[in-house]
Structure formats: C-alpha cells, structure tokens
C-alpha cells in the first residue's frame, strides 16, 4: 500500500501570510504523466471538498489562493493569502492504485 | 448542480448487516465511477470501496473484501454498499463521493456498530 505522510499535524498562521502544508508517498503516484495526488478541505460537520486534484489542478470554484505542487513522492498544498474561512483539516489522497490512501490530515488555523 | 445524498445508517449490532444507499442526481450517473469512503469517529479518512461506471469491476481494501459489496443501479441513479459480519471498526461517517478525483461528496450517513 502507498502510505502518505502529511506534515505538519497542526499549523497556525497569521492572516494574509502563507500555509505550507506538505505530504510524502512512500513510493511514487506518478503514471501516464499524471501525478495521482489530490488535496481536500474539510470543515467541521462538512464532507471533505476536492481543493486540487493531479497535484496541481484546482478542483470546480476553488480560490486561486489554492495552489498545490510536486510529483513523485512530494507534493505540497500552498495557501496564500491566508484567510479566516481557510481554517479547517486538510487531506492528501493519492488515487494512483488501489487501496487508495489518505493522510492523516493538517488542522490549518488562524494564528 | 450534482448532488450525492446517502441514507441506511444506524446503530447495528456486531455481526449484523446493514445496506446503505446514495442517491445520485445532477449528473450521468452511467459515465462516473463511483466511490465509497469512511470517515473514522478519531476522523481518518479510508477508501471502502469502488464500482466502475457500467458496474462490472468492483474494488476493495483488505479491511472489507468479502464483508462488503458495492453495486449500482444506472436506472435509478443510485449507489448501494450492502455491508456485513459488521464489526466494531466499522463505525463510521460514511460517504459516496464521484470520480477519480472524488469530487463531489454527498453529506454522510452515520454507522454506529455496538452491542
């Protein structure tokens, strides 16, 4: 199985300042060119919502704040600028192969 | 406007069965493969299960072959899990979500497994 390693657990930054949040495959989700990597946001009593999907790509009405990078085995979600409505849990998910996998999840807050 | 919404949660005893549905709209639900995830109560996110969109490759995790089925009805619109030999890890927010990319989710439906 692809094991996902998110970091950091929890972050806390100012308003209008950048978010950072990183995750690491243990082997590549790299195929056909695509990197099968996505991000989700999820807030409280919500479903998680797709932010990027193919690791760069932003999901349907997604701020431009959103941007998401990498390939390989790292990747990273980028949030800038920081905003109040952004604090929620963030998951990577890879969709390379099954068993598809997810992070353990980041809880983005306000500093 | 897509629209995923599931039901058949409960509370159910280890052991049982329970079936949960989702009812797809907005979209063709024919061309899509569709997506089972749960959501544990510590709120890790795990991938349950996969149709594809004609029905006839199914997929799971070790956690839940041969316990759980997924089937569809393109007909209907509608997405089954039909879940058995429940056990206590199974207890869960569980969600139907779209695509590949999963990315549409229907709200949840709450599956509580307790004696």
């Known amino acids: 199985d692809i094991v996902l390693t998110q970091s950091p657990a929890s972050l806390a930054v100012s308003l209008g300042q950048r978010a950072t949040i990183s995750c690491r495959a243990s082997e590549s989700v790299d195929n056909y060119g695509i990197s099968f990597m996505n991000w989700f946001q999820q807030k409280p009593g919500q479903p998680p919502k797709l932010l990027i999907y193919?690791?760069?790509n932003q999901g349907s009405g997604v701020p431009a704040r959103f941007s998401g990078s990498g390939s390989g085995t790292d990747f990273s979600l980028n949030i800038h600028p920081m905003e109040e409505d952004d604090t929620a849990m963030y998951f990577c998910q890879q969709s390379k192969e099954v068993p598809f996998t997810f992070g353990s999840g980041t809880k983005l807050e306000i500093k | 406007e897509v629209q995923l919404v599931e039901s058949g949660g409960g509370l159910v005893k280890p052991g049982g069965s329970l079936k949960l549905s989702c009812a797809a709209s907005?979209?063709?639900?024919?061309?899509?493969?569709m997506y089972w995830v749960r959501q544990t109560p510590e709120k890790r996110l795990e991938w349950v299960a996969t149709?594809?969109?004609?029905?006839?490759?199914?997929y799971y995790p070790d956690s839940v072959k041969g316990r759980f089925t997924i089937s569809r009805d393109n007909a209907k619109n509608n997405l089954y899990l039909q879940m058995s030999s429940l056990k206590s890890e199974d207890t869960a927010m569980y969600y139907c979500a779209r695509a590949r990319w999963m990315d549409y989710w229907g709200q949840g439906t709450s599956v509580t497994v307790s004696s």
């Open positions: 149709i594809s969109d004609g029905g006839s490759y199914t």
């Open positions: 907005g979209f063709t639900f024919s061309d899509y493969y």
């Open positions: 193919a690791a760069s």
